[in-house]
């Protein structure tokens, strides 16, 4: 565990110098091979937007998505088998963002970029909803990730989005899932993605949601800190005000429920008195790839975050859909 690592202060994305209140102080809990730094977390007392004060500098990149960094676990899809929990969870996904498109498109993409596309499976999905016509791109950080990717025919840049050249001007559908609350610059990100958009392109945008019953619940020990990865995290109203500040509008918010937020935040509250305990049955770097035991809890805090999304209407996560703003 490396020791002070470099950090920079922050303003809220949003609203540039603001009043903040301290929200929680926080440190790792799910990778042993990070840093033992605390970090305190602040919200913006105008919009709402919590985030990292200071946060690591870009630097420590290195240091704090390790080698077995559980996005990066790229187990390769269960071949054939259409009843797998994964193969489930991607037609379930495929039917969810083909409804969200038609409804916010005029027509079916012919392109469509995915920035953070991990190892292309939302691409091969968009390719497999739109037909042998549609052009796949996207970018993705994680070599191995990329190359994947690239292998099953997407045009793919090996970089983080904020370097990525762009070699045509438009998309017609913009993707991106749980990208923007580990950037530097969530306006700049946000800036760069309106950038690649016409006034028919549709943009769909999954980030954490703060103003959800579960982080009432755990506290400091809520799993979509996921500290020192996620800097900046947003509510509907914050996420909004940044998309105007960028020449794009919200025109939809789907609340979310996302499992794994509760497999970490027991983690973390587990781990506070019985380490050994929370490894065993909540290990936050095997939520996805773990067994029966990992499957089982994932369905329980599933129904758990189903109720909870129901009676509250507020999710863990949230699927913003964005537009050019009409004034462009
Ligand atoms: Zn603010």
Avoid at 143 to 167: K, M, T, V, W, Y
Wanted: charged share 25%; aromatic share 8%.
């Amino acid at each position: 565990m490396k020791k002070d690592i470099e950090k920079v202060g922050t303003e809220c994305a949003v609203c540039g110098p603001e009043s903040d209140e301290v929200v929680a102080v926080v440190r790792e809990h799910e990778y042993s091979n990070t840093t033992e730094d605390l970090f305190t977390l602040v919200r913006c007392r105008r919009c709402g937007a919590i985030r990292l004060n200071p946060r690591p500098a870009v630097s420590e990149i290195s240091t704090l998505y390790p080698s077995d960094y559980f996005a990066y676990d790229l187990n390769p899809a269960a071949g054939g088998n259409k009843w797998s929990p994964k193969a489930i969870s991607l037609r379930r996904e495929s039917r969810r963002l083909s409804s969200l498109v038609r409804r916010h498109s005029v027509r079916a993409p012919q392109s469509v970029y995915d920035i953070g596309c991990g190892d292309g499976t939302t691409l091969s999905l968009m390719a497999e909803l739109f037909g042998p016509n549609v052009r796949t791109f996207g970018c993705e950080v994680n070599a191995d990730a990329s190359a994947r990717a690239r292998n099953a025919g997407h045009d793919i840049q090996n970089s983080l989005f904020e370097e990525c050249e762009l070699d045509r001007n438009t998309y017609d559908l913009l993707l991106s899932s749980h990208v923007i609350e580990h950037v530097a610059s969530p306006r700049e990100f946000l800036s760069k993605a309106a950038s690649m958009m016409g006034p028919e392109s549709v943009f769909i945008l999954d980030t954490p949601n703060v103003a959800n019953p579960v982080r009432r619940l755990f506290g400091r020990h809520w799993g979509g800190w996921h500290t020192p990865r996620h800097w900046n995290l947003f509510d509907p109203r914050s996420i909004s005000e940044l998309a105007d500040k960028t020449g794009l509008q919200v025109v939809a918010i789907q609340q979310m429920t996302i499992n794994m937020f509760w497999v970490w935040g027991m983690h973390s509250l587990v781990a506070t008195k019985y380490p050994r305990t929370a490894e065993k049955f909540f290990n936050p770097r095997k939520t996805i790839t773990g067994g029966t035991w990992s499957l089982l809890s994932l369905v329980l805090f599933q129904v758990l975050d189903r109720v909870l999304l129901v009676i509250t209407r507020r999710g863990g996560q949230m699927r913003v859909v964005l537009k050019q703003s009409s004034g462009n």
